[in-house]
């Protein structure tokens, strides 16, 4: 059984920076596609980020050039850089493995002064 784990979540200021990281353990040898997706409140889950096996990346509008998507294969590892934060950028955030469409349990991000 393949499981997700989120953490880095937290509360930062405008213009701050967190990281975010997902570890995968259970049966899986690798990660391959991976995304990253948040949820505000009242609001729809959205993709903000995703990764491929071969590292292209992809991003929402709303967070190019501010938030980097990364991985590392021998941590089974993927992780979301998050720099200039705003205050619409709260919200619970979630990876999911694509190709399994398994789901952690997500991390929360409150961006406030």
């Known amino acids: 059984q393949v499981q997700l784990v989120e953490s880095g979540g937290g509360l930062v200021q405008p213009g701050g920076s967190l990281r975010l990281s997902c570890v995968a353990s259970?049966?899986?040898?690798?990660?391959?596609?991976m995304g990253w997706y948040r949820q505000a409140p009242g609001k729809q889950r959205e993709l903000v980020a995703g990764?491929?096996?071969?590292?292209?990346?992809n991003y929402a509008d709303s967070v190019k050039g501010r938030f980097t998507i990364s991985r590392d294969n021998a941590k089974i590892t993927v992780y979301l850089q998050m720099d200039r934060l705003k205050p619409e950028d709260t919200a619970v955030y979630y990876c999911?493995?694509?190709?399994?469409?398994?789901w952690g349990q997500g991390t929360l991000v409150t961006v406030s002064s």
């Open positions: 999911k493995n694509m190709v399994l469409n398994i």
């Open positions: 259970g049966s899986i040898s690798s990660i391959r596609s």
């Open positions: 990764i491929t096996s071969l590292g292209i990346t």
